[in-house]
């Protein structure tokens, strides 16, 4: 078992920023490739980064790329989403996720998910 926790989450206006964190407990954390999604009301859950368990890959949708940027400290266990230039449709709950599989993390079949952290983007 993997447990996630995510905080960060916050009131931004846009054009802001915030960081994201994601602590990750119960198996050995640098074994798993970590990412983040998002699901805004009435929509369903997206991709957002995705990072493997090296660091040395990252992925990110086409709708952040440039201003998200995804991190790993694999001596704390974490993984980091540090959110630049937001704007209001980055609004939603963001969600952490892990796997041993890179592109089942990509994909979100994975079964580790953390909570969840709101990130609200106003105008």
């Known amino acids: 078992q993997v447990q996630l926790v995510e905080s960060g989450g916050g009131l931004v206006q846009a054009g802001g920023s915030l960081r994201l964190s994601c602590a990750a407990s119960?198996?050995?954390?640098?074994?798993?490739?970590m990412g983040w999604f998002r699901q805004a009301p009435g929509k369903e859950r997206e991709f957002v980064a995705a990072?493997?368990?090296?660091?040395?890959?990252?992925y990110y949708a086409d709708s952040v790329k440039g201003r998200f940027t995804i991190s790993r400290d694999n001596a704390k266990n974490t993984v980091y989403l540090q959110m630049n230039s937001l704007k209001p449709e980055d609004t939603a709950v963001y969600y952490c996720?892990?796997?041993?599989?890179?592109?089942?993390?990509?994909?979100?079949?994975?079964?580790?998910w953390g909570q969840g952290t709101q990130v609200t983007v106003s105008s």
């Open positions: 990072i493997s368990w090296s660091g040395i890959s990252t």
């Open positions: 119960g198996r050995t954390f640098s074994n798993y490739a």
């Open positions: 996720n892990a796997d041993r599989n890179l592109l089942t993390v990509v994909a979100g079949r994975n079964d580790y």
